[in-house]
């Protein structure tokens, strides 16, 4: 059975780097999918920020896109999300997601002074 | 970037009712790369639909997508109550990803 776990802090100050791990158990992420993140703003809707392809290549949503890196760690089977200069309007729940098919219970990452 | 725009905003039914659920494309959507979500308050969305009409894995018989090109659709043929929830489609064909602003389906 394929899990997904986020992993990281939940409250950051303005400027700040977020930076959340997701780790993978039941598939390894070199053998195939995208591996992705999305998030959700409280009482909002579903955004997608990008993903890590499993040959390596990345894609991101355009308006985050000077924003963001998703990397991975194939060692560890584990893919992170770092988000630069963050501002309240990053506060969200994040989820990670294999292709479209398994997410994880997402994490609330919330960004105040 | 593909626009999904989902009508009705808010679909009010009772129990046992079909409901029809629509995701609107800005343009094609390429290889039928359109998934539907359903997701409860404090949940991860789950994946119901896959290329437009694929049930995913557990997903009842009760639930069905079609459509193709910018029209898609998602039907519930009889609402059980644990069917009342927030309702999202998705392209994932030509990067980036988008989705649909959801279709809350509540109990009348």
């Known amino acids: 059975q394929v899990q997904l776990q986020e992993s990281g802090p939940g409250l950051l100050k303005p400027s700040e780097t977020l930076s959340l791990t997701c780790t993978v158990s039941?598939?390894?992420?070199?053998?195939?999918?995208?591996w992705g993140w999305v998030r959700q703003p409280p009482g909002k809707g579903l955004e997608w920020i990008g993903f890590?392809?499993?040959?390596?290549?990345?894609s991101y949503n355009p308006s985050l896109k000077s924003r963001v890196i998703i990397s991975a760690d194939t060692s560890k089977n584990q893919f992170s999300l770092n988000v630069i200069s963050v501002t309240a309007a990053d506060t969200a729940v994040y989820f990670c997601?294999?292709?479209?098919?398994?997410w994880g219970q997402g994490t609330l990452v919330t960004v105040s002074a | 970037e593909i626009v999904l725009t989902q009508s009705p905003g808010t679909l009010s039914l009772s129990p046992g009712e079909r409901a029809t659920l629509s995701c609107r494309a800005s343009?094609?959507?390429?290889?039928?790369?359109l998934a539907w979500y359903q997701q409860k308050p404090g949940q991860a969305p789950r994946l119901l639909i896959f290329?437009?009409?694929s049930r995913a894995t557990g997903i009842p018989d009760r639930f069905s997508g079609s459509g193709s090109g910018t029209d898609f659709t998602l039907s519930i043929s009889r609402l059980e109550p644990e069917d009342f929830a927030v309702y999202y489609c998705?392209?994932?064909?030509?990067?980036?990803?988008?989705f649909g602003h959801g279709t809350k389906v509540e109990i009348k």
């Open positions: 997601v294999r292709g479209v098919d398994v």
């Open positions: 039941g598939y390894s992420i070199s053998s195939g999918y995208h």
């Open positions: 890590i392809y499993y040959s390596g290549s990345t």
């Open positions: 343009q094609s959507v390429n290889e039928n790369y």
């Open positions: 290329g437009v009409s």
């Open positions: 998705q392209q994932y064909g030509p990067s980036p990803w988008t």
